[in-house]
């Protein structure tokens, strides 16, 4: 590391695509030269960022793995950076930095899966920083053991939830995590951590191995999400000269941050109960300690950094502006997907590495931190002494004891040998040594269970085995027979595996839940190598047959989004299913490439699966009286066009007791996942402790569960009731552009596809009064509507057999509706308690000017017309009358452009008015002159004779040819309308032939009905279309003779 200013010194690295990333065929947005990174916006190609930083690292292509299983450059010299580069130019200054005698902190920041741990403490043969970090410490120590004495002691911990645990400690970890102190000469340290003396690169390599299972247990245990928690290891390096009598003593803090992910949860997303507070505490405040020291360093003035406000920037306060030589990898996922993610990395580092530190070598005389200690000691005494019997400050002088006994403890660790400390951990490491040997020499013999983890970093930690004989599994930890789990839904005694005849099976014990390769068991089931088994709620396990079984087959595509696709699939949820939903109208992308949006929408629903199963469990034991259920929403949405929506995930919750209803966004509910998880471990560890005074920071006072309920206002289960979207029904306009009144009875359709309701509505087109129009007012071209008013009614009639009412009577409907430009969305009033309520509602709506635009909307689209479901406590939905304008005879303004002002409204209407007056005196005046016409011929009778055959002839003709384009044109409109009274009902055929699916549970007898059943529908629309088109062109043909006829006959 460069000397002179002590800036912190960032790094970027790109990781490779992810299954999940090179499925949805996702784009790589970020590109690197040099030390230069720039991140394109995917949405827009001129959209594009550039940033430097101190290293760029490209791990993203340009590899292979060789035979060891290391990813390496495809060639030599090739761009990739390995694991070994990134140790080169980033681990090796830390542990130059460390031997020198300075701190030394490393810090991994990047989004959920970005590859953090990758760097840190890597995968498989492929080591991380950690790990050869550590290492290259010990060959270092053992090259320079003729010059000094070296000790190293090695702690690693985590922070969850701003509690601190330590993964190394031997014994049973307190439930409220251990406490962070301050003390002026070393400043924050976690009190009573676990500080092993080490050796050997292998010695750390066990204990991290130990605090991983540690991890692994504590997240399973407490149903906690790991990605969420920050790992510390701790390693501090005491260089002892003895010749020189000096010592050099140096801190290397090797830190794997939390995912940097927030779920965004503002505009129409958001949600009442803000974001878990304590979860990402640690992180947020990481954030603005680097943002006001990059301000401060930018010279603006900084009052306060505030270290104070978490556990992790008091744990890390030396390394951020302090004592310490600082480096932080940020990592990067590149696809587009993750645009928003990566520019927000990108952003911190670039804040990162404005900060600057001020570190000095630690280096004092052997002797000097015990005379220190000693000094520290002697003042705190005289303290004590002052404060005498005073029983008011009872709390200080406990303080005071207690610091004086901590220095004590302290002296006497200095000065105890080292020898002896080494000596001892050396013993437990033989120990620990032993117990894994015994594990290995146990997977070569037995059957054994596998944890998979949604963390890859923690999978495959746990093995339990399955010896001969019977073996209860569960909470149970008393007999020797029973192998112990913990975990969400997980029972006392949970199943029974039996390993007899070299077959493995497994029994679960009534109502518990077990599900092995996707699909629920009740009863004994032979289990298979490589079986995925589901242990309660979310503990899934791999199956590992008898060695004999086990080929050279790759395990690791079992990860935890195998178990969950299993779980879709069951669910009749997998991607081709959701590929059947296109519209028949889009373009398809082909059967064998899946549409992206669909997959993002597939890995959604499976990242969602184990959480809902959670949210569930967590609800029944906390006696939540809430259930919750995946939807996948909008697969039967059509916008006003009939075109399918993006599909997405809503989770639907309903409370068992009333039925009430609530919709709740991907969003939302995984922010309420969070939150339900703080409630959950805070009634755990009140039940554990059976005290009630809540551990982690002090929040969620109001405790949890049945003993103490939390307030509504804050309780993650509960929401106030809010209307509901149900469904929604097409309501074409087309008529409406040849002014031909419209009569229909519309399926609405649910998000699944389900009919909620038959609508009945009427779309009539009328005078400005309000009065219907004839027949003659039906338009053969629409075009002469342009600029033109028109005015239409929209009568919506009744509802029949309302699904929401079915399920329970205390439920009431209102349905809501936009048109064209209209700025409001219109909502009749609410009905209760009726299946089928008479909604009786007629709304006139007016367009001043006919536009094309309007003419293109009448022509193609629909008026959609949602069902709201409303519930007992909350309130209706009413129409907004802001930005609406009427015409004085009461009916609503459509088009947005023309009427700008009341006063052209008036004057309009009165134009319109005359005009009907006109139209009006000049039928009148028509039908005068026939009846005249009809009076004279009647008179001229007698005379008839007296004309010549051809004379009269000649005139019918005349008459005729000016009558046989009107009623031709009448003939036409009134074939016209018939035909698109057909096409709607034909149209609706093709809506339910959309939706139409077969049920969840369909088995193959299942199956084959609804093939038969969707090719009778099919048959029946083929049939129906081909009747209206037949009708159609018969009655043209017919309007098309019987016109060539009258113009032959006349001509
Ligand atoms: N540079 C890389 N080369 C190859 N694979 C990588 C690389 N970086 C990450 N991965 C892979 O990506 C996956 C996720 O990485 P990792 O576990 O390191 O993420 P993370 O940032 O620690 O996530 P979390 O915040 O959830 O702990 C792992 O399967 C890992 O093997
Ligand atoms: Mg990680």
Same mark, same amino acid.
């Given at each position: 590391?460069?000397?002179?200013?002590?800036?912190?010194?960032?790094?970027?690295?790109?990781?490779?695509?992810?299954?999940?990333?090179?499925?949805?065929?996702?784009?790589?947005?970020?590109?690197?030269?040099?030390?230069?990174?720039?991140?394109?916006?995917?949405?827009?190609?001129?959209?594009?960022?550039?940033?430097?930083?101190?290293?760029?690292?490209?791990?993203?292509?340009?590899?292979? +793995?060789?035979?060891?299983?290391?990813?390496?450059?495809?060639?030599?010299?090739?761009?990739?950076?390995?694991?070994?580069?990134?140790? $080169?130019?980033?681990?090796?200054?830390? *542990?130059?930095?460390?031997?020198?005698?300075?701190?030394?902190?490393?810090?991994?920041?990047?989004?959920?899966?970005?590859?953090?741990?990758?760097?840190?403490?890597?995968?498989?043969?492929?080591?991380?920083?950690?790990?050869?970090?550590?290492?290259?410490?010990?060959?270092?120590?053992?090259?320079?053991?003729?010059?000094?004495?070296?000790?190293?002691?090695?702690?690693?911990?985590?922070?969850?939830?701003?509690?601190?645990?330590?993964?190394?400690?031997?014994?049973?970890?307190?439930? #409220?995590?251990?406490? %962070?102190?301050?003390?002026?000469?070393?400043?924050?340290?976690?009190?009573?951590?676990?500080?092993?003396?080490?050796?050997?690169?292998?010695?750390?390599?066990?204990?991290?191995?130990?605090?991983? +299972?540690?991890?692994?247990?504590?997240?399973?245990?407490?149903?906690?999400?790991?990605?969420?928690?920050?790992? *510390?290891?701790?390693?501090?390096?005491?260089?002892?000269?003895?010749?020189? $009598?000096?010592?050099?003593?140096?801190?290397?803090?090797?830190?794997?941050?939390?995912?940097?992910?927030?779920?965004?949860?503002?505009?129409?997303?958001?949600?009442?109960?803000?974001?878990?507070?304590?979860?990402?505490?640690?992180?947020?405040?990481?954030?603005?300690?680097?943002?006001?020291?990059?301000?401060?360093?930018?010279?603006?003035?900084? %009052?306060?950094?505030?270290?104070?406000?978490?556990?992790?920037?008091?744990?890390?306060?030396?390394?951020?502006?302090?004592?310490?030589?600082?480096?932080?990898?940020?990592?990067?996922?590149?696809?587009?997907?993750?645009?928003?993610?990566?520019?927000?990395?990108?952003?911190?580092?670039?804040?990162?590495?404005?900060?600057?530190?001020?570190?000095?070598?630690?280096? /004092?005389?052997?002797?000097?931190?015990?005379?220190?200690?000693?000094?520290?000691?002697?003042?705190?005494?005289?303290?004590?002494?002052?404060?005498?019997?005073?029983?008011?400050?009872?709390?200080?002088?406990?303080?005071?004891?207690?610091?004086?006994?901590? $220095?004590?403890?302290?002296?006497?660790?200095?000065?105890?040998?080292?020898?002896?400390?080494?000596?001892? #951990?050396?013993?437990?490491?033989?120990?620990?040594?032993?117990?894994?040997?015994?594990?290995?020499?146990?997977?070569?013999?037995?059957?054994?269970?596998?944890? =998979?983890?949604?963390?890859?970093?923690?999978?495959?930690?746990?093995?339990?085995?399955?010896?001969?004989?019977?073996?209860?599994?569960?909470?149970?930890?008393?007999?020797?027979?029973?192998?112990?789990?913990?975990?969400?839904?997980?029972?006392?005694?949970?199943?029974?595996?039996?390993?007899?005849?070299?077959? =493995?099976?497994?029994?679960?014990?009534?109502?518990?839940?077990?599900?092995?390769?996707?699909?629920?068991?009740?009863?004994?089931?032979?289990?298979?190598?490589?079986?995925?088994?589901?242990?309660?709620?979310? /503990?899934?396990?791999?199956?590992?047959?008898?060695?004999?079984?086990?080929?050279?087959?790759?395990?690791?595509?079992?990860?935890?989004?195998?178990?969950?696709?299993?779980?879709?699939?069951?669910?009749?949820?997998?991607?081709?299913?959701?590929?059947?939903?296109?519209?028949?109208?889009?373009?398809?992308?082909?059967?064998?490439?899946?549409?992206?949006?669909?997959?993002? %929408?597939?890995?959604?629903?499976?990242?969602?699966?184990?959480?809902?199963?959670?949210?569930?469990?967590? !609800?029944?034991?906390?006696?939540?009286?809430?259930?919750?259920?995946?939807?996948?929403?909008?697969? #039967?949405?059509?916008?006003?066009?009939?075109?399918?929506?993006?599909?997405?995930?809503?989770?639907?919750?309903?409370?068992?007791?009333?039925?009430? =209803?609530?919709?709740?966004?991907?969003?939302?509910?995984?922010?309420?996942?969070?939150?339900?998880?703080?409630?959950?471990?805070?009634?755990?560890?009140?039940?554990?402790?059976?005290?009630?005074?809540?551990?982690?920071?002090?929040?969620?006072?109001?405790?949890?569960?049945?003993?103490?309920?939390?307030?509504?206002?804050?309780?993650?289960?509960?929401?106030?009731?809010?209307?509901?979207?149900?469904?929604?029904?097409?309501?074409?306009?087309?008529?409406?552009?040849?002014?031909?009144?419209?009569?229909?009875?519309?399926?609405? *359709?649910?998000?699944?596809?389900?009919?909620?309701?038959?609508?009945?509505?009427?779309?009539?087109?009328?005078?400005?009064?309000?009065?219907?129009?004839?027949?003659?007012?039906?338009?053969?071209?629409?075009?002469?509507?342009?600029?033109?008013?028109?005015?239409?009614?929209?009568?919506?009639?009744?509802?029949?057999?309302?699904?929401?009412?079915?399920?329970?009577?205390?439920?009431?409907?209102?349905?809501?509706?936009?048109?064209?430009?209209?700025?409001?969305?219109?909502?009749?009033?609410?009905?209760?308690?009726?299946?089928?309520?008479?909604?009786?509602? +007629?709304?006139?709506?007016?367009?001043?000017?006919? !536009?094309?635009?309007?003419?293109?909307?009448?022509?193609?689209?629909?008026?959609?017309?949602?069902?709201?479901?409303?519930?007992?406590?909350?309130?209706?939905?009413? !129409?907004?009358?802001?930005?609406?304008?009427?015409?004085?005879?009461?009916?609503?303004?459509?088009?947005?452009?023309?009427?700008?002002?009341?006063?052209?409204?008036?004057?309009?209407?009165?134009?319109?008015?005359?005009?009907?007056?006109?139209?009006?005196?000049?039928?009148?005046?028509?039908?005068?002159?026939?009846?005249?016409?009809?009076?004279?011929?009647?008179?001229?009778?007698?005379?008839? /004779?007296?004309?010549?055959?051809?004379?009269?002839?000649?005139?019918?003709?005349?008459?005729?040819?000016?009558?046989?384009?009107?009623?031709?044109?009448?003939?036409? #409109?009134?074939?016209?309308?018939?035909?698109?009274?057909?096409?709607?009902?034909?149209?609706?055929?093709?809506?339910?032939?959309?939706?139409?699916?077969?049920?969840?549970?369909?088995?193959?007898?299942?199956?084959?009905?609804?093939?038969?059943?969707?090719? +009778?529908?099919?048959?029946?629309?083929?049939?129906? *279309?081909?009747?209206?088109?037949?009708?159609?062109?018969?009655?043209?043909?017919?309007?098309?003779?019987?016109?060539?006829?009258?113009?032959?006959?006349?001509?």
């Amino acid at each position: 590391m460069a000397a002179g200013k002590d800036c912190v010194k960032v790094a970027i690295r790109v990781r490779p695509f992810n299954k999940r990333e090179r499925d949805a065929g996702s784009r790589c947005v970020v590109s690197m030269s040099a030390n230069t990174i720039t991140i394109q916006d995917p949405r827009s190609s001129q959209a594009r960022r550039t940033f430097t930083f101190d290293y760029a690292f490209w791990s993203h292509s340009g590899y292979v +793995r060789n035979r060891d299983g290391l990813f390496v450059p495809e060639e030599s010299g090739g761009r990739y950076a390995d694991q070994a580069t990134v140790f $080169n130019d980033l681990g090796q200054g830390i *542990l130059e930095n460390a031997l020198q005698g300075y701190n030394a902190t490393l810090l991994a920041y990047g989004q959920t899966g970005s590859g953090k741990s990758y760097s840190m403490v890597g995968y498989g043969p492929n080591k991380g920083l950690v790990p050869t970090l550590c290492q290259r410490l010990f060959q270092a120590v053992k090259a320079n053991q003729d010059t000094c004495q070296c000790q190293v002691l090695f702690s690693m911990l985590e922070i969850y939830n701003e509690q601190v645990i330590d993964l190394l400690s031997k014994g049973g970890r307190s439930p #409220a995590g251990l406490r %962070v102190r301050e003390e002026q000469q070393r400043g924050f340290y976690v009190e009573g951590l676990r500080r092993v003396p080490c050796d050997s690169a292998a010695q750390v390599e066990q204990l991290m191995e130990q605090g991983t +299972r540690t991890r692994t247990t504590a997240t399973t245990h407490m149903n906690a999400n790991s990605s969420r928690s920050h790992m *510390l290891i701790i390693a501090q390096l005491k260089q002892i000269f003895s010749k020189e $009598n000096i010592t050099k003593q140096s801190n290397i803090n090797l830190v794997d941050l939390a995912g940097s992910e927030r779920q965004r949860c503002s505009g129409p997303e958001a949600d009442r109960l803000k974001e878990g507070t304590a979860i990402n505490v640690s992180l947020t405040t990481l954030g603005n300690v680097i943002s006001s020291l990059a301000d401060a360093a930018l010279g603006k003035k900084v %009052v306060h950094i505030p270290y104070r406000d978490s556990v992790l920037t008091k744990l890390l306060q030396s390394a951020l502006g302090g004592n310490s030589r600082t480096v932080m990898i940020a990592t990067l996922s590149p696809s587009d997907i993750c645009y928003e993610e990566s520019l927000s990395t990108l952003r911190y580092a670039e804040r990162a590495k404005r900060i600057q530190n001020k570190a000095v070598v630690n280096e /004092s005389p052997t002797e000097r931190l015990v005379k220190e200690l000693k000094a520290e000691n002697a003042k705190l005494q005289l303290r004590l002494s002052r404060l005498g019997q005073d029983a008011r400050k009872e709390e200080e002088s406990k303080e005071l004891r207690r610091l004086l006994s901590h $220095n004590e403890m302290q002296i006497k660790a200095i000065q105890t040998l080292w020898e002896q400390h080494l000596q001892e #951990a050396l013993r437990d490491w033989q120990t620990q040594y032993a117990t894994i040997t015994q594990e290995r020499r146990m997977m070569q013999m037995h059957p054994y269970i596998l944890n =998979v983890n949604e963390d890859p970093q923690l999978s495959g930690v746990i093995k339990l085995f399955i010896q001969e004989g019977d073996w209860d599994i569960g909470l149970s930890e008393g007999s020797s027979r029973t192998i112990t789990i913990k975990g969400l839904g997980i029972q006392e005694r949970h199943a029974v595996f039996t390993n007899e005849e070299r077959r =493995v099976s497994l029994t679960p014990v009534s109502g518990s839940k077990v599900m092995v390769n996707g699909l629920p068991i009740s009863q004994r089931t032979e289990l298979q190598h490589l079986d995925r088994l589901i242990l309660g709620s979310s /503990s899934t396990y791999l199956f590992v047959g008898f060695p004999c079984e086990r080929g050279a087959d790759d395990w690791s595509r079992y990860d935890y989004d195998y178990f969950q696709s299993e779980l879709a699939a069951a669910a009749g949820i997998h991607i081709p299913s959701l590929c059947e939903e296109q519209s028949p109208g889009e373009p398809s992308a082909g059967l064998d490439q899946t549409d992206p949006s669909l997959l993002a %929408v597939f890995y959604d629903y499976i990242k969602l699966i184990p959480m809902v199963t959670e949210a569930n469990q967590m !609800s029944q034991e906390l006696n939540k009286g809430v259930e919750f259920k995946l939807e996948i929403k909008n697969l #039967a949405m059509s916008d006003c066009r009939g075109r399918d929506l993006e599909k997405d995930i809503a989770v639907r919750v309903t409370s068992l007791e009333n039925k009430q =209803v609530w919709m709740w966004s991907k969003v939302k509910f995984i922010n309420r996942k969070f939150l339900m998880e703080e409630v959950y471990q805070q009634h755990q560890m009140t039940a554990t402790s059976g005290s009630s005074t809540s551990g982690g920071g002090g929040r969620n006072q109001g405790g949890v569960g049945d003993r103490l309920p939390l307030p509504r206002d804050r309780d993650p289960f509960w929401d106030p009731l809010e209307p509901l979207h149900l469904g929604s029904a097409h309501l074409w306009l087309q008529s409406l552009a040849f002014r031909i009144p419209l009569e229909e009875q519309v399926e609405v *359709l649910g998000s699944e596809g389900t009919e909620e309701a038959i609508l009945q509505a009427q779309l009539l087109p009328c005078s400005p009064m309000g009065l219907p129009l004839g027949e003659e007012d039906i338009l053969i071209d629409p075009t002469e509507l342009l600029g033109k008013r028109l005015d239409f009614q929209l009568f919506l009639e009744q509802c029949c057999g309302l699904r929401w009412l079915k399920e329970a009577k205390n439920r009431g409907v209102q349905i809501g509706f936009r048109v064209y430009d209209c700025p409001q969305t219109f909502y009749t009033p609410a009905v209760w308690h009726n299946v089928n309520p008479v909604l009786e509602q +007629r709304l006139h709506f007016t367009a001043m000017r006919t !536009s094309q635009d309007l003419l293109n909307y009448l022509q193609s689209s629909a008026l959609v017309l949602e069902l709201w479901g409303l519930q007992e406590g909350c309130a209706d939905m009413v !129409s907004p009358m802001e930005g609406l304008r009427m015409t004085p005879e009461g009916s609503f303004i459509i088009d947005k452009a023309s009427a700008p002002d009341p006063s052209v409204n008036l004057r309009s209407a009165v134009r319109a008015l005359h005009q009907e007056l006109e139209q009006m005196r000049s039928a009148n005046a028509a039908l005068r002159k026939e009846n005249n016409a009809l009076r004279e011929q009647l008179n001229n009778r007698g005379s008839e /004779s007296a004309r010549t055959r051809a004379e009269r002839e000649r005139d019918r003709d005349r008459e005729r040819k000016g009558s046989v384009r009107p009623s031709c044109d009448a003939e036409l #409109a009134r074939a016209l309308k018939v035909f698109y009274h057909s096409m709607t009902s034909v149209r609706a055929q093709l809506q339910r032939l959309r939706r139409h699916r077969p049920s969840e549970e369909a088995d193959l007898l299942g199956l084959r009905l609804f093939v038969d059943e969707q090719s +009778r529908l099919l048959r029946d629309f083929g049939e129906q *279309l081909e009747q209206s088109v037949t009708a159609l062109k018969q009655d043209v043909a017919a309007i098309v003779r019987r016109k060539r006829e009258r113009s032959g006959i006349w001509s």
